[in-house]
T-cell receptor, first 117, second 108 residues
Framework: DTGVSQDPRHKITKRGQNVTFRCDPISEHNRLYWYRQTLGQGPEFLTYFQNEAQLEKSRLLSDRFSAERPKGSFSTLEIQRTEQGDSAMYLC???????????????FGPGTRLTVL | GQSLEQPSEVTAVEGAIVQINCTYQTSGFYGLSWYQQHDGGAPTFLSYNGLDGLEETGRFSSFLSRSDSYGYLLLQELQMKDSASYFCAVAVRNKLSFGAGTTVTVRA
């Protein structure tokens, strides 16, 4: 399968614990995005990488969230001191560099569903 | 910031045509796109409009009017497998901003 993969698919944790998610994008894509989706809502942008550079981060993202893409390939999203409000589906997407359609045509992974008890 | 409005639910019978409207307000604009998401699945790209007019991809078509900040997705010859959520999204700089989604239910 050459699509976007995410690991783990499900994560249950207790409030206050740290969690880390991994995303492997499509290999030739140099853009990588993280989104969060809650029930009944569309994906909400969290952050964006072009190669290894984190170029944009949502103002809604608290300091407890950090993301890396050390070699411009896979990416990790870490949430420290989790809160019940962090419970959501965390989606990763990737796309090719370019303009117009490439901004819009993003390929999403299956997501990591986080439940904070 | 960006805001997008689309209806929350639409129900139709197999073989029918459904139009999902989307109005948006945005401080920048690089195109309007549509995504489909089945229950428990990942969003998948359906179509993109960068310029005014109609784009057709099989049974699905999408329209954009930039002067009206308006677009729609047209689903024709509805099939049961089209039951899903459909999201419009505007591209602003380096990210997509999504609407809350329209749940389409196709009945036999």
């Amino acid at each position: 399968d050459t699509g976007v993969s995410q690991d783990p698919r499900h994560k249950i944790t207790k409030r206050g614990q740290n969690v880390t998610f991994r995303c492997d994008p499509i290999s030739e894509h140099n853009r990588l995005y993280w989104y969060r989706q809650t029930l009944g809502q569309g994906p909400e942008f969290l952050t964006y990488f072009q190669n290894e550079a984190q170029l944009e981060k949502s103002r809604l993202l608290s300091d407890r969230f950090s993301a890396e893409r050390p070699k411009g390939s896979f990416s990790t999203l870490e949430i420290q001191r989790t809160e019940q409000g962090d419970s959501a589906m965390y989606l990763c997407a990737s796309s090719l560099e370019g303009s117009g359609r490439s901004y819009n045509e993003q390929f999403f992974g299956p997501g990591t569903r986080l439940t904070v008890l | 910031g960006q805001s997008l409005e689309q209806p929350s639910e639409v129900t139709a019978v197999e073989g029918a045509i459904v139009q999902i409207n989307c109005t948006y307000q945005t401080s920048g604009f690089y195109g309007l796109s549509w995504y489909q998401q089945h229950d428990g699945g990942a969003p998948t790209f359906l179509s993109y409009n960068g310029l005014d007019g109609l784009e057709e991809t099989g049974r699905f078509s999408s329209f954009l009017s930039r002067s009206d900040s308006y677009g729609y997705l047209l689903l024709q010859e509805l099939q049961m497998k089209d039951s899903a959520s459909y999201f419009c999204a505007v591209a602003v700089r380096n990210k997509l901003s999504f609407g809350a989604g329209t749940t389409v239910t196709v009945r036999a």
